[in-house]
């Protein structure tokens, strides 16, 4: 009995190692169930078609604490603790790159760059080399409830090509025929600041990297801006993301603003199917100021210390990076706009989208992602929108638009000596 | 204790203090190695600057820098804010509650511990979720106050700067006041009963038995809370970055949340992020010196 029972065990013991030789596993790091992870598990079945012995494995992991988690290991050197693959805020990619020279695989001439928009690249290269297969478009647009602009009296095409002012005079009648919030973001108007900067052409930081505040037009209309949205009243200031997204969901709030990400999460309420529309941001009133930005948007990348580096960037290579009808496929149910310039051409870009109406959502938002001024991303993004958002705090609360800006001009170089 | 010593045969003593010291010494290793190691490794830290693991030696570079540090300044405020006036209304309800449930002639006294003790066994993380969602702007609070007619628009209770702290402070009571009750609880059984009793007989009301009996005969007690809830709130951390993230601005961020932050959240500084670890450090030290000389001398 011992004898067959021991036998049996090295059996079992032979027959697991043998399939641990011929299988992979390639473990991702992601973090949105409607969006990211739903098109990592799409490439996975492409991908088993291609090479059977890889399995892909996603967890979810937030995407904030992607980042603690990765600078924990980095630091500590304990790198055996990351994923094969990760999924990085482009707003994070030069800090990682910088902070940590050498520890993400570089994937020149394993992918095809050429296929992809030249701005999001950009945001993982360092010292001349590239660090990550760019995923989704962070291209914002103004997503609204129809049905509320219809009791005000307006349309979608009221909304469009227009600036803030104009957007604070539309809110203001549908707070008063509705009695909802026109608009809901996060507190802080963080999001805001990022998107306002950009659209009109400006970053935190100018062309040599240096912070760029407090004689920035771009930001001084932005924080106007912000300040006149909330004292407007038409905002719904959200406390956290799950009141975010629920204000829009439940119908407290008529729109949201937003990198087109967001689309995974407003069409979870199934019951206002043909009640939303997709148009154009309102823009900053002054000279190159634009109705277009982007917010968000995230890349994949691969730790420099998996042991299977190769078959990571071969399989993101082989599917984000090469597959026309990958894309076409998780178009449609999550929204992710691909930053995959081939798959623009596909026929899932020209349906029309039955939550918003019968239209042509993505079509529209690929002609607007043309239009996004391309700014530089620094390593310090999150710093300066820190400091900008604590000099908006600081109007709020009575002080002046020039003296606040010159403490977070101040307070960003402090950071950055 | 020397003198005592000294008495006895140099020989024994040095036998004894030699067996003493063996069995102490699982206790001794795991003490310097879990926390003197790091201490003095964190302390090395402090005195590097650089971003991530470029890190090179400058001095005191790092707590040179502080002084200037407006982000710190206004975590220290914050943090001291919670300090004064979270740990005094605890203590003082810790010790009203304890005084009252150890009171023999109430009904369902177990029942009561229990259910204020009850909120420790909470972790920290779900406790601040449900205080957040209690507070949002459709959240409970809002919701009841709107429906009784009391408010027309929803307080921002997280969104405001003064509110927010007041919200963090009430999570924080709720959580911790039962723990310290405890601490009295156990104190209280220690005090004879017929010292009440002869109080009473003299015609003490029962303020004044509070007042007269029980304060100074909880006084280590209340002590030790003191320090320990000294401790405990210049380090606080979760509530705020559960709840607020240390908004709005920077309006409620502790000195915790702020070592956080830039040891993970943004470009990581350990080096900084470690040079303000040793100044709660030394700031714990002070206070809890501060409250034993205090303690002490009323005796």
Not at chain 1, 3 to 21: D, P, S
Request: net charge negative; charged share 15%.
């Amino acid at each position: 009995m011992k004898k067959l029972f021991a036998l049996l065990l090295t059996l079992a013991l032979l027959l697991g190692a043998v399939g641990a030789l011929a299988e992979t596993t390639i473990t991702v790091w992601c973090w949105d169930p409607t969006f990211n992870i739903y098109a990592m598990n799409e490439a996975a079945k492409v991908y088993k078609e291609i090479n059977p012995d890889v399995t892909i494995k996603v967890e979810e992991v937030l995407s904030a604490d992607c980042e603690t988690r990765q600078t924990a290991a980095l630091s500590s050197g304990q790198t055996d603790s990351l994923p094969d693959i990760v999924l990085m805020q482009d707003n994070s990619g030069r800090r990682f790159l910088d902070t940590y020279p050498g520890a993400y695989f570089p994937m020149d001439g394993l992918v095809d760059y050429d296929n992809f928009a030249s701005y999001k690249i950009d945001k993982f290269t360092s010292d001349g080399k590239r660090y990550a297969v760019p995923f989704d478009n962070g291209v914002a647009a103004t997503f609204v409830r129809t049905d509320y602009l219809e009791q005000a009296g307006f349309t979608l095409a009221d909304l469009t090509d227009i600036t803030w002012d104009r957007f604070i005079e539309i809110g203001l009648k549908v707070k008063e025929a509705t009695g909802q919030f026109m608009l809901v973001t996060q507190a802080g108007y963080a999001d805001f600041v990022s998107m306002m900067t950009q659209s009109a052409d400006f970053w935190f930081f100018d062309e040599e990297g240096k912070p760029n505040i407090n004689n920035n037009p771009a930001v001084k209309a932005m924080v106007e801006t912000i300040v006149k949205l909330h004292n407007s009243g038409i905002v719904k200031e959200a406390v956290d993301w799950t009141e975010y997204i629920a204000s829009f969901n439940n119908g407290t709030a008529g729109s949201t603003i937003q990198g087109c990400w967001i689309i995974g999460s407003i069409v979870l309420a199934e019951d206002q199917a043909g009640k939303w529309g997709v148009t154009n941001i309102p823009r900053l009133d002054i000279e190159g100021g634009v109705n277009y930005s982007s917010q968000g948007g995230s890349s994949w990348v691969v730790p420099a210390s998996s042991k299977n580096k190769e078959i990571a960037v071969d399989f993101l290579s082989k599917t984000f990076g090469a597959s026309v009808d990958f894309y076409q496929t998780i178009l449609q149910s999550s929204g992710a706009i691909a930053t995959y310039l081939p798959a623009a051409g596909g026929p899932a870009y020209a349906e029309p989208h039955p939550f918003f109406g019968g239209q042509k959502v993505f079509e529209d938002l690929m002609s607007y992602s043309d239009k996004v001024p391309l700014v530089k991303y620094g390593v310090y993004n999150y710093e300066a929108r820190d400091e900008i958002v604590n000099a908006i705090e600081a109007v709020f609360n009575g002080a002046t638009v020039e003296a606040a800006l010159n403490d977070a001009q101040s307070a960003i170089e402090f950071i950055m000596e | 204790m020397t003198t005592h010593a000294a008495r006895k045969p140099a020989g024994l003593e040095r036998k004894t203090a030699r067996k003493g010291w063996l069995f102490i010494m699982p206790a001794v290793i795991l003490i310097v190695m879990m926390s003197f190691y790091p201490m003095v490794e964190a302390f090395l830290l402090s005195l590097q600057t650089g971003t991530g693991n470029n890190l090179t030696y400058k001095g005191f570079a790092n707590y040179e820098r502080l002084p200037k540090d407006n982000t710190y300044a206004a975590a220290l405020g914050n943090t001291f804010f919670y300090l004064i006036v979270q740990v005094p209304i605890m203590l003082l309800a810790a010790l009203v509650l304890a005084a009252m449930l150890n009171d023999r002639r109430l009904m369902f006294r177990g029942f009561y511990r229990t259910m204020i003790f009850l909120p420790v066994a909470t972790s920290l993380v779900s406790c601040s979720m449900i205080f957040l969602q209690l507070f949002t702007s459709n959240g409970l609070i809002n919701s009841l106050l709107l429906n009784w007619g009391w408010i027309t628009e929803p307080i921002p209770f997280l969104t405001n700067a003064v509110y927010a702290r007041i919200v963090i402070v009430v999570t924080m009571l709720w959580r911790w006041t039962g723990y310290n009750m405890v601490f009295y609880l156990a104190g209280l059984q220690n005090i004879d009963s017929q010292v009440y009793e002869a109080a009473r007989i003299d015609g003490a009301s029962a303020a004044q038995q509070f007042r007269k009996i029980t304060v100074p005969l909880l006084r280590p007690i209340i002590l030790f809370t003191t320090v320990l809830s000294t401790n405990g709130t210049l380090q606080l951390f979760d509530e705020v970055r559960i709840m607020t993230e240390g908004g709005p601005g920077t309006g409620t961020a502790t000195l915790s949340f702020y070592i956080y932050r830039i040891t993970f959240e943004r470009v990581p500084r350990f080096g900084y992020a470690a040079a303000m670890s040793f100044t709660i450090f030394v700031m714990v030290a002070v206070l809890a010196f501060i409250q034993m000389k205090v303690g002490e001398s009323k005796q």
